[in-house]
């Protein structure tokens, strides 16, 4: 019997995109679906790289469960048992996992109101094996979602993604080599979902592969290389996650970087497209010049 070929991704994509559409009709909007799908396959991707989370909150445990009942409609004890289940899942790992995944599932919530909707999604997401893909199919996959939602959502997607032929072609101007020097630095203070940060990492990897990298230094490129800053909640949530499927572990706080204190640290690279989200300035002392940093649409990168 031939072994089973992972599905491409575009077909993967599609089929995800195609129950994001319930999960809309459902009156979920499109960057909840796209969260909602999220949380599920980093469970999975965790099992299948065998990462050790807490008790009761593995990808095996939820599909035991979801596999022991029997569901005849939403309202019945069981669906009620499975819905639970899940929830109880994110808000474990949000108490009892190591530091990155305690950023990813903070404040995370379930937003399945009916458990067949639910069952059906875990055998999805089951059917695929989702770490056989490569690490970089698994970041297309997951942008794939992204773009389907910026393309279809009527306004605000454009916070959450930047088309990544453009940030691929500032990072290929921009060489961010972490090779330079020991502590290089790598900056995007309005990240998003971490696609500059990514491309940046992707372009490091493949140059890497074409000669050959220390232990020392892919260690340090991997764990402190990486900045960020992103004022919302769930875009800064993805950008982690985004980052944690690339075997990269970033720094991202959550702040505005325009309008409150900068970060006193220095970093050799910034890459970033500043969001053309409005907002009120902050109050100004009588006498005193509005500052030079604002807001604005075109995309920029600069090195200091």
Same mark, same amino acid.
């Not at 129950?19 to 799908?37: A, F, S």
């Given at each position: 019997m031939k072994e089973k070929k992972a599905a491409p991704r575009v077909d993967v994509v599609a089929k995800l995109?195609? *129950?994001?559409? +319930? @999960?809309? !009709?459902?009156?979920?909007? *499109?960057?909840? *679906?796209?969260?909602?799908? $999220?949380y599920l396959i980093f469970l999975k991707m965790a099992a299948e790289k065998e990462i050790l989370l807490p008790p009761g909150c593995s990808w095996p445990e939820l599909k035991a469960l979801n596999n022991s009942l029997l569901l005849e409609g939403d309202e019945d004890a069981e669906g009620k048992k499975l819905v639970k289940g899940y929830q109880d899942i994110l808000r474990d790992l949000a108490k009892n996992s190591t530091p990155l995944l305690k950023e +990813? =599932?903070?404040?995370?919530?379930?937003?399945?109101?009916?458990?067949v909707s639910l069952r059906r999604l875990i055998e999805l997401i089951d059917? #695929?094996?989702?770490?056989?893909?490569? /690490?970089? /199919?698994?970041?297309?996959i997951y942008e794939g979602l992204l773009e389907k939602a910026a393309s279809e959502g009527e306004k605000g997607a454009g916070q959450y993604f930047t088309p %990544?032929?453009?940030?691929?072609?500032? /990072?290929?101007?921009?060489?961010?080599?972490?090779?330079e020097r020991k502590d290089f630095a790598i900056s995007d203070p309005a990240c998003g979902t971490g696609g500059f940060l990514v491309a940046a990492y992707e372009w490091w990897a493949k140059t890497a592969r074409e000669g050959k990298v220390d232990r020392a230094l892919a260690k340090r490129v991997k764990e402190s $290389?990486? =900045?960020?800053? #992103?004022?919302? +909640?769930?875009?800064?949530?993805?950008? /982690?996650?985004?980052?944690? @499927? !690339?075997?990269?572990?970033p720094s991202i706080t959550q702040g505005d970087s325009i309008y409150e204190d900068p970060d006193p640290r220095r970093f050799d690279v910034v890459l970033t497209n500043p969001p053309s989200?409005?907002?009120?300035?902050?109050?100004? %002392?009588?006498?005193?010049? &509005? &500052?030079?940093?604002r807001r604005t649409s075109s995309s920029t990168s600069c090195s200091t």
């Open positions: 995109w195609g *129950y994001c559409h +319930v @999960l809309r !009709h459902d009156g979920v909007g *499109y960057q909840d *679906y796209v969260m909602q799908l $999220t +990813v =599932f903070t404040g995370a919530s379930s937003l399945f109101s009916k458990a059917a #695929e094996t989702w770490s056989a893909m490569g /690490v970089d /199919v698994k970041g297309e %990544r032929p453009l940030i691929r072609s500032i /990072v290929r101007c921009m060489k961010p080599d972490p090779a $290389t990486y =900045f960020g800053e #992103e004022i919302g +909640v769930d875009p800064r949530r993805m950008a /982690v996650m985004n980052l944690l @499927l !690339h075997n990269v572990q989200v409005r907002r009120a300035p902050t109050p100004r %002392r009588r006498g005193t010049t &509005s &500052s030079s940093r």
